[in-house]
């Protein structure tokens, strides 16, 4: 770790402090607005999604920073997601987020979820026919072509469990460098993270606070007894606790703000230290929740899960 950066196994940096951009009304001014107040703050790891709708707008805010000479391009560090009726053919999906984007590359490029859709759907709660079987070989093998491509840097997944995760390393030519997870004091994955420090696989966590701020997401993290005495302790906020937490534990943490107090506030989290007994009593006390479940993957007709334990292979 170095300059609040980790190297990945690609041989790429990634910072460990990184920007969501996911927004559920998205607007694409207020999107560029806080993307370049991100960037004056020092921000340099931005996270997408062709199904968040803000491709372009972080797109033209980065595009715009490179321009005015406020950012060089190999500073920043770009990550998109595959959505699920683009497994059919990611290399057109990759080609069609950089033309969206205005880039040439990006520096990270995941399987957003082990869902297949049809290729027509784009909504993100998608209906319940609308489900192909996951052919994971066939997936991995265009992610694989995007990177010989130089489409980007770097391939991943994302809300992996540890069972596909190991699936995928059997027979993957390229490892994933990065599984993009749900990840807090109250959803630790101590099973994961070991699976993937084994595999020198980084884990990106995201919802690190709990995700309050989104219309699936819980106050439940920052407004626990625990973290708020550690923040009172610490002169800190409960969200730089949380975010704390996340990078002791080697992972790179992905917030989502649009709003400047926050942050700043989510940055200051990379100068606090929590003490060694207070990341035990967080590991030891804490009572775990997974708050994004993926219920919208799981039925009885199409989905290849019928249940939420057969989405996350009973790691739920």
Known sequence: MRNNQVRLNNGTTIPLLGMGTYSFENDRKSTEHAI???LKMGYRHFDTAQIYG???????????AISNGVVRREELFVTSKLWGSHHHDPVSALQKTLKCMGMEYIDMYLVHWPVRLKPWVCDLIPEEDEFEPLCLDVTWSGMEKCLEMGLCKGIGVSNFSCKKLQNLLDFASIPPAINQ?????????R????LCRDHNIHISAYSPIGAPGNFWGSTAVIENPLIKSMALKHGATPAQVALSWGLSKGASVIAKSFNQERLRENKGALDLKLEDDEILEIDSKLKEMKIMRGDVYVNDATSPYKTIQELWDDEI
Not at 54 to 64: F, K, V
Not at 191 to 194: A, F, N, Q, S
Request: aromatic residues 4%; neutral net charge.
């Open 54 to 64: 803000s491709e372009a707008a972080l797109g033209n805010a980065l595009n715009a």
């Open 181 to 189: 997870v749900e990840m807090h004091p109250m959803w630790r994955q």
């Open 36 to 38: 370049q107040a991100a």
């Open 191 to 194: 099973k994961l993270r070991d």
